[in-house]
């Protein structure tokens, strides 16, 4: 995959639809101390767009064997009105990506309690707005192992018809962490 050049990142950040991701590429782009971002973690992949192009913004300031894209999704478990790739078909996509790709199903709270303690040192992690709320609520236990200091959370969330993004700082990733302990707690 080709790093994304100034003129295709400025069509991402200012143009791309959704109009949502336009956060995420501006992320990546702007990220602490202009340091390159080089491990993203996505929680709904759905049909890989978004990757592809976080991966060709990231290839700007990193080269490919720096750069670990991990994809949480529930693949054929998703709901059938939702649209997004088979297992089969994101691993063949994968592949394609041209960076180290790991495919994880399942939904926030499975994925993560397998992989968090090898998801350390994430730069970024991207929370899809179709997330299942009760998973996503136990796994934000799992997610501050993940995190560096410099760490970044973007959370999508619904506006009725449109999503944006949302930065989440540290305070409220703890508590949500903590919140997250005791709901797995009463499960």
């Known amino acids: ?25 501006r992320t990546l782009y702007k990220s602490p101390a202009r340091s390159p971002m080089h491990s993203v973690v996505e929680l709904g992949i759905g049909a890989g767009l978004r990757a ?10 990193a080269c490919s064997d720096t750069i670990r894209y991990t994809g949480v999704d529930l693949f054929e478990a998703r709901a059938k009105q939702s649209s997004g790739m088979s297992l089969k078909g994101a691993f063949r996509w994968s592949k394609k990506l041209g960076v180290k790709a790991e495919l994880i199903p399942g939904d926030p709270i499975s994925a993560l309690t397998r992989a968090a303690n090898r998801l350390t040192k994430t730069d970024l992690l991207v929370i899809s707005a179709d997330q299942d709320r009760d998973a996503l609520a136990q796994a934000w236990f799992y997610v501050p192992r993940m995190l560096t200091s410099q760490s970044i959370v973007l959370i999508e969330e619904s506006d009725g018809d449109s999503t944006s993004f949302r930065a989440v700082p540290r305070n409220e990733i703890d508590s949500l962490a903590a919140t997250g302990l005791a709901a797995r707690k009463a499960a």
């Open 52 to 61: 592809e192009r976080m991966i060709a913004v990231m290839l700007r300031y």
């Open 1 to 25: 995959m080709p790093a994304a050049s100034w003129g295709k990142y400025a069509l991402l950040a200012y143009l791309s639809r959704p109009v949502a991701d336009r956060a995420v590429y």
